[in-house]
């Protein structure tokens, strides 16, 4: 089965930084649309940021300018680079999968919490 396995969230400082990773496995992981999203205590689950299988980004205004979302095809992996974080970054940090055709896949979150 397809699994999206997240790693690198933690507790950091105001102003720290955090690099999340996810690690797809049985997707042909270089033709689909991967995309970060967060979800707050008592708040929506938001897109923070997307990567196209042709390496666009997009980003939301929020994070513009601190986050960095990347691919490695060759190791079916996915990575946001968190910089200057703030305590409202704090949330649970998922991962996505999906496929133009409609496939569509989460990875069981990794907690991010920006405290001092």
């Not at 969230?9 to 690690?23: F, K």
């Not at 797809?24 to 897109?47: D, N």
Request: glycine share 10%; hydrophobic share 30%.
């Amino acid at each position: 089965q397809v699994q999206l396995v997240e790693s690198g969230g933690g507790l950091v400082q105001p102003g720290g930084s955090l690099r999340l990773s996810c690690a797809a496995s049985r997707i042909i992981f270089s033709s689909y649309v991967m995309g970060w999203y967060r979800q707050a205590p008592g708040k929506q689950r938001e897109l923070v940021a997307f990567i196209t299988s042709s390496s666009k980004t997009n980003y939301a205004d929020s994070v513009k300018g601190r986050f960095t979302i990347s691919r490695d095809n060759a190791k079916s992996t996915v990575y946001l680079q968190m910089n200057s974080l703030k305590p409202e970054d704090t949330a649970v940090y998922y991962c996505n999968a999906n496929h133009p055709v409609g496939y569509n896949y989460w990875g069981q979150g990794t907690q991010v919490t920006v405290s001092s």
